[in-house]
């Protein structure tokens, strides 16, 4: 487990320059091939669920039990909803607009209910298990993760 958070702090510290380059990325593509921004936002999107996956694997060993598994996974599965609106908004703004909109509007409400959702989960987690970090805690390193594995 420790191989897994300094894998995340890793990511975390190169978010600022992989955050430009995909700025950078995006301007390029708008400027010159408007469809070079479905890959792009695919790749994100590989990247949301890969991150979620590693938040999961991480907090699933911090707990064991199974009631707390089922909230993992369960909000691992909003991350892959997050994901697959992102690349099904692109793909559909730059194909079929109509439609696009509305995907967005809906993309947009589950954005803006993202916070809700996390706290919701968190809630949850701490109700089944009181003494379980938050992720942040154990990214941070304010939890010794080592005696938890």
Known sequence: ??????????MRHYAVPVLILYVTAVIVA??????LLIPIMASVS????????????????????PK???????QYVFEWVDAVLLTALM?????????GLMIGLFFGIW?????????????????????????????????SHESSS
């Open 111 to 143: 954005g803006v209910l993202s916070p809700i959702r996390q706290k919701w989960f968190t809630k949850q987690l701490k109700q089944i298990d009181p003494e379980l970090p938050t992720y942040e805690e154990v990214i941070e390193g304010r939890v």
């Open 46 to 65: 590989v990247i949301i669920v890969v991150m979620g996956y590693k938040e999961m694997r991480i907090m699933w060993r911090m707990t064991k039990h």
């Open 91 to 99: 793909v559909t703004l730059l194909t079929a607009e109509d439609f």
């Open 68 to 74: 707390a598994h089922r909230i993992l996974i369960f």
């Open 1 to 10: 487990m420790a191989q897994d958070v300094k894998w995340i702090q890793r």
């Open 30 to 35: 708008l400027l010159l091939e408007k469809m």
